[in-house]
């Protein structure tokens, strides 16, 4: 008997694509071509470091400086963008070059990778997201490029100008700065305005979104046009940068002189939404300062972007939604439009999907290591967002910690609703509804 085909949702679709590129990124790092030893990675580090790529999230077991050779580095920055641009969109990009037709099951799946609003167009938005990625990628590094040439050498300055550019837009977080102290991060740059401007600046485009900047090209300055969503998106996106870079200028790095501090308050609020690069000590920052980058690692960027976390939508509804109740309305508004209510309960229902995986991870990491569980609540928050921040405890973590880091890193950047659409599809839907109670709550 015939047996019938197999027919793939487009969530299952994103997380399948996700996962095979994960793992042809761990056999490559495993080859001895891959370190600087030439004994290859262990297969635990490989998948450690793939998944950190794929997940542009920039978690690392290993300095990418010192341990990867070249060729292990490219590999890296491959999945990398791979990751920031994600499978499915490359997978499109390489149909529409070979010239082969994208059928109405792919246009379907690249709406939900990207966030679209439509399928229609899906297309074109496809090579306008191609191009601009390119373009603001060479940007980056041609903007980088005289500091690290002058610091390095024209060779290998120009490899860490593209390499740093690419792994902030993609809001990964690598580098390659370990050449001068290993897992130092970007911290030795803390007072260039030049690498701090650039890297902050590539890891906010990559974040606003793909339809932002559709919106940001088909309308210019006339924000009026734009659609609900990347208002939200901007707006939201303003004030998570604006409030924090505050908070940090006048209460942690007070320390510094005013134009430093400027460019580290910046950076710092900058890069938790989710970057995971750093220009200052994180370990000297008071618990206040941590706990509003761990805030800042849960919420992340915006959907259809480079970028993971909760996403700066869901915290906008969340929070218009609270207004709303205040205010003893019946419906979430947003500049003069309504929210359906079934986008409150998607919010709802990723906020406790991310804060149960961010507090389960911290408390099993915290218990299994016998460290402090703000620290462990650090990291698993820097997963699970996708970031990439830590203070410093990684690299010494057992295989069942790395483990439950790698789960939250892949969780958190194929998306929680992504996840459970993909489980329960195929299941039996019904239209009958049971009866009605109230149940009091507050």
Sequence with gaps: MKRPNRHFTSSQIIILGFAAAILLGSLLLMLPVSTRDGQGASFWDALFTSTSAVCVTGLVVRDTATYWSLFGQAVILTLIQIGGMGVVTLAVAITIISGRRIGLKQRSTMQEAISAPKVGGIVRLTGFIIRMTVLFE???????????????????GLWYSVFHAISAFCNAGFDLMGVRSPFSSLTSFAANPVINIAVMLLIIIGGIGF???????????????????SKVVLTSTLLLIALPALYFAFFEFGGLPAGE??????????????????????????????????????????????????????LAVLVSTAVSVFRRK????????????????????????YLTLFLAGGCIISRVEGLPLSTCLFE??????????????????????????????????????????????GKACTTARLPEEKLTVG
Excluded at 281 to 290: I, R
Excluded at 335 to 352: C, K, N, Y
Excluded at 405 to 410: R, S, V
């Design 138 to 156: 060479l940007a980056g590094a041609a903007v980088m490029a005289p500091v690290f040439i002058g610091e390095f050498g024209p060779a290998k």
């Design 380 to 425: 698993t928050a820097s997963a699970v967002g996708t970031v990439g921040l830590t203070l410093g405890i990684t690299p010494q973590l057992s295989l069942l910690s790395r483990g439950i880091l790698i789960l939250l890193m892949y969780f958190g950047r194929v998306g929680g609703l992504t996840l459970i659409f993909a489980t329960v599809s």
């Design 330 to 353: 019946k419906h979430t508004h947003f500049f003069g439009r309504r929210i359906p209510d079934e986008t409150v309960r998607s919010a709802a229902t990723i906020l406790t999907m």
């Design 261 to 314: 501090r400027l460019l580290v308050s910046l950076f710092q609020a900058v890069t938790p939404r989710t970057a995971g690069f750093n220009t200052a000590d994180l370990t000297l920052m008071s618990e206040t300062g941590l706990a509003i980058v761990i805030l800042l690692m849960l919420v992340g960027g915006s959907p259809g972007s480079t970028a993971g976390g909760m996403k700066t939508t869901t």
């Design 211 to 229: 339809t932002a900047w559709d919106d940001i090209r088909a309308n210019g300055l006339h924000v009026h046009r734009y659609r609900m969503q």
